[in-house]
């Protein structure tokens, strides 16, 4: 079973069928995908903040049991240590997003944990292009290094370094004309 949790949240079964998954199972996936086994009652807690204790174990076990029912395996196992189930693989290893297009409207802790792994990802992702642009700038690659700076620009359109580097790398690649309107979309952001 392939877990898709950085843009949509989908189950793809073996079978090749691809599932939606609810909100809240995204959430519990994408925490069991990225933190581990973790005990039953925890997450029961982070998923259901607003519910008494055993109300959210109850819904917790139903929500896995129609998890199961709708997938037709399954994706969590243990007692009361939860964990992904063997042989269920996810997309977040290499994603620099998570959960990007679920809406949750998870409080407490959970939203607390989903805005630090975003903001983590996101600031990777930006390092990543950063020293991609670098490299092949210092390499004299300039035509090579405009895709990961408009890509740096299009995430940070407010950063006048992204905004300089793009026109620097226009420049530098013999294009006056583009580095002159780099410019001017810089002076109009």
Do not use: I
């Not at 519990?28 to 990225?34: G, P």
């Not at 008494?52 to 969590?76: H, M, Y």
């Not at 809406?103 to 802790?109: N, P, W």
């Amino acid at each position: 079973m392939h877990l898709q949790l950085s843009t949509v949240a989908l189950a793809q079964r073996p079978d090749g069928v691809a599932e939606p998954l609810g909100p809240r199972d995204a959430a519990l996936l994408a925490w069991l995908a990225l933190e581990g086994p973790t005990p039953r009652a925890q997450l029961a807690g982070l998923l259901w903040p607003e519910s008494a204790p055993e109300a959210a174990r109850n819904t917790l076990r139903q929500r896995l049991f129609q998890l199961r029912k709708q997938l037709g395996a399954d994706l969590v196992c243990g007692q009361h240590t939860l964990q992904l189930a063997p042989g269920v693989v996810h997309d977040l290893a290499q994603a620099h997003t998570l959960l990007a297009d679920v809406t949750l409207d998870l409080g407490g802790d959970y939203a607390a944990w989903l805005l630090h792994q975003r903001e983590q990802r996101r600031a990777a992702h930006l390092q990543a292009l950063q020293t991609e642009a670098d490299q092949r700038e210092q390499a004299g690659q300039f035509e090579a290094a405009l895709p990961p700076a408009q890509a740096l620009l299009r995430l940070a359109p407010l950063s006048e370094a992204a905004h300089r580097r793009v026109m620097r790398l226009h420049y530098l690649g013999g294009d006056r004309a583009a580095a002159l309107l780099a410019f001017d979309a810089c002076e109009q952001v």
